[in-house]
T-cell receptor, first 112, second 113 residues
Framework: KQEVTQIPAALSVPEGENLVLNCSFT??????LQWFRQDPGKGLTSLLL???SQREQTSGRLNASLDKSSGRSTLYIAASQPGDSATYLC???????????WGAGTKLIIKP | SAVISQKPSRDICQRGTSLTIQCQVD?????MFWYRQQPGQSLTLIAT?????????ESGFVIDKFPISRPNLTFSTLTVSNMSPEDSSIYLC??????????FGEGSRLTVL
């Protein structure tokens, strides 16, 4: 059974800091892994998609890595800004049945 | 990336009534899904909306409570029937593109009194 865990559940850092959000999964047989952000009461915005054959993806100040063997992905945010405050979710798509398994999210607060 | 429009964005409804949420995509997509997000919780898949046939529901969700239509490859509706306060949630439409990337609409925030 695939389980996805995100640590920490919440994080508060001063503006300008670089930070890392973690996502771990128990079954390495994944099709892909996707990172999202969600603002309060809103829908989800796709940030980065990493295919199982890839090691990392970058978009602007964001970099996501994937290590299937250890069951981990990290989302690196450089030079954080107050606008980065949101809940960040990772989701893993299983190979076996194409099911998407969600982490509980990390609530990020960037203090001005 | 797909652009997904959901209506209404929010609504306050009375117990026992029904509400239909619309989802419009700016391009044809094969896979379209409906999710629910209860307060403080992560996402739960309600069903896969199948074009031209009945939706495929996940365990715990039934057609009588959450009827879904998918008349074409760009549009779907989800109805929340006979609502109770426990149905107060954000309902989200999502589509899966050929790359394997999932995109979401802005969500419909439903409050049932």
């Amino acid at each position: 059974k695939q389980e996805v865990t995100q640590i920490p559940a919440a994080l508060s850092v001063p503006e300008g800091e670089n930070l890392v959000l973690n996502c771990s999964f128990t079954d390495s047989a994944i099709y892909n892994l996707q990172w999202f952000r969600q603002d309060p009461g809103k829908g989800l915005t796709s940030l980065l998609l990493i295919q199982s054959s890839q090691r990392e993806q970058t978009s602007g100040r964001l970099n996501a890595s994937l290590d299937k063997s250890s069951g981990r992905s990290t989302l690196y945010i450089a030079a954080s800004q107050p606008g980065d405050s949101a809940t960040y979710l990772c989701a893993v798509r299983r190979v076996s049945n194409y099911q998407l398994i969600w982490g509980a999210g990390t609530k990020l607060i960037i203090k001005p | 990336s797909a652009v997904i429009s959901q209506k209404p964005s929010r609504d306050i409804c009375q117990r026992g009534t029904s509400l239909t949420i619309q989802c419009q995509v700016d391009s044809q997509v094969t896979m379209m899904f409906w999710y629910r997000q209860q307060p403080g919780q992560s996402l739960t898949l309600i069903a896969t909306a199948n074009q031209g046939s009945e939706a495929t529901y996940e365990s715990g969700f039934v057609i009588d409570k959450f009827p879904i239509s998918r008349p074409n490859l760009t549009f779907s509706t989800l109805t929340v029937s006979n609502m109770s306060p426990e149905d107060s949630s954000i309902y989200l439409c999502s589509v899966l593109q050929g790359t394997g990337e999932l995109f979401f609409g802005e969500g419909s925030r439903l409050t049932v009194l």
